[in-house]
């Protein structure tokens, strides 16, 4: 016998070649359409240019006058914007570094920094002007072409819609799709809007995110097929489907004894109204004293210490304590936290229990300090003014219920020594703080007292309510879940 010259044909192949001709075609049609806004936006084409400047001086009269308008497209425009987007490709890149799944994670890296290489490469090689409104409402930075929002968002939304889809059921991938594309033409149309793109800006970045999306998902399936993983529809079933159960947070708990949100709602508002009233009571007679400038517990005698002992480099340690409790750097923190629970521990209880913890405290230190509205120390303040009073320390009370809500996360489910690392950020973190807003002169000792009532108060009551640890035994494991043999004899 003779072999056949010919080898087979792999059967991946013709059904690879197969499932993926419209989307080669959809690409390569993006890619001719934005090679061909290129030469036209170079070229100056009258017609486009026409028709580009126009929209943009209808839709500035149309909006310019129109706060609340001005306010929603703002607030719409922000959610493509490099800081927000930035974020959620860092929690989901931790999330999946948790879960072990690697390959998805440095996919989602590398098609993210796509879009921050090109979107400035290609403002500065083509080097168009925003346009030039009546009434400006917006102001954009840089060059106008292409649209750096509406390239971002359609590569970082639908880098992570292929990311995640695996861990949504097959009723819920068609209208969260569908979510996704109108949230990213949203963006695209915010941008013409508010009147710091042309049309052409955000037809060409959406046709050059649909580019790079398909490039790196290809690149992504040529390594899946060279590892022996099976050839996937990535529109429909997501970049890997297997990693549905990695993905997918655990179920919820079925005990009679967890399942209490009527209770958690209720009771966090009766503990939330009781904090309230102990700040107030607490701080209102220190505003009143002497316009603040008391020296009960030092509020006199340790600011001005701190003021005549001040030197660079205790300036720039405060400083850096400072940041540490800053909005910025406690949001920064606590969403990395979030992100870590729901990967590590796969419940939603615990990210809910920051998510309360820190919402709790922002509003109570909101509400509190409006009430008091305690002047600051009577010495030189080396952050400014600020708009909030000095009762209580905001950065003090947030540095305490983040770090200790971690603590309070990471004890009961770590046995190795290291856990104690996290007890001594909770102690050691707020200590920097209040000393460097002390030092500063932004806070008396007692705005530092405050914070920590408000903290200890709310935090307790968090536990207590919320039960962020109700799936863990005192060994440091899970109990065994509920089989239903076992609820049908306790619910009769």
């Given amino acids: 016998m003779t072999a056949d010259p010919t080898p087979a044909t792999p059967r991946w192949s013709s059904r690879l070649s197969g499932r993926n001709l419209s989307r080669v075609a959809l690409t390569g049609a993006a890619a001719l359409v934005f090679a061909g806004l290129v030469l036209l936006v170079r070229m100056r084409w009258l017609p486009m240019e026409s028709v580009d400047r126009g929209l943009a001086a209808a839709l500035n009269e149309a909006v310019a006058g129109h706060r ?70 917006a102001t954009g930075g840089g060059n106008s072409f292409p649209s750096g929002h509406a390239l971002a968002s359609v590569i970082v939304y639908g880098a992570l819609l292929l990311v995640f889809a695996p861990a949504l059921s097959r009723r819920a991938r068609r209208p969260v799709t569908v979510a996704v594309a109108v949230l990213i033409v949203a963006i695209g149309c915010t941008r013409l809007a508010l009147g710091v793109h042309f049309l052409s800006d955000v037809i060409g970045a959406w046709c050059l995110g649909v580019v790079w999306l398909g490039i790196t998902t290809y690149a992504f399936e040529l390594h899946r097929r060279e590892t022996g993983h099976r050839v996937t529809r990535p529109l429909a079933e997501g970049l890997e489907p297997e990693a549905a159960a990695d993905l997918k947070p655990a179920g919820p708990a079925v005990d009679a004894e967890v399942v ?51 030197t660079p480099v205790l300036n720039d340690v405060s400083y850096l304590g400072g940041q540490a409790g800053n909005t ?76 200790a809500a971690i603590a309070v996360l990471a004890l009961p489910r770590i046995r190795q020594w290291w856990r104690w690392l996290f007890v001594a950020a909770a102690v050691l973190m707020p200590l920097w703080v209040a000393g460097s807003r002390m030092y500063r002169g932004m806070h008396h000792p007692t705005d530092v007292l405050g914070s920590l009532i408000l903290a200890a108060g709310w935090l307790a009551a968090m536990v207590y309510f919320v039960r962020p640890n109700c799936d863990v035994r005192a060994d440091g494991h899970r109990p065994p879940a509920d089989t239903p043999a076992k609820i049908a004899a306790r619910t009769g």
């Fill in 68 to 137: 609340p308008a001005v306010t929603a497209l703002e607030f719409v425009t922000r959610l493509g914007s490099h800081a927000v987007l930035g974020w959620l490709v860092a929690i989901a890149t931790v999330l999946l570094v948790v879960r072990r799944r690697f390959r998805l994670a440095g996919y989602l890296l590398v098609t993210g920094a796509g879009a921050l290489i090109l979107d400035p490469a290609l403002k500065h090689a083509v080097g168009r002007l925003r346009p030039v409104v009546e009434h400006p409402v």
């Fill in 260 to 310: 209490r949100a009527r209770l958690a709602i209720a009771g966090s508002a009766v503990a939330w109204v009781l904090v309230f009233g102990v700040l107030c009571a607490m701080g209102i007679p220190l505003a009143r004293y002497h316009h603040g400038n008391g020296d009960i517990l030092g509020d006199h005698t340790i600011p001005h210490w701190f003021a005549a002992h001040r």
């Fill in 328 to 403: 910025h750097m406690i949001l920064a923190v606590g969403l990395v936290a979030g992100a870590v629970a729901l990967a590590a521990i796969r419940r939603w209880r615990p990210v809910i229990f920051l998510l309360v913890t820190m919402f709790g405290e922002l509003s109570l230190f909101l509400t509190s300090a409006a009430f008091v509205d305690r002047e600051r120390p009577d010495v030189p303040h080396l952050d400014g003014r600020l708009p909030t009073s000095s009762f209580p320390s905001g950065h003090v009370a947030a540095t305490i219920l983040l770090y």
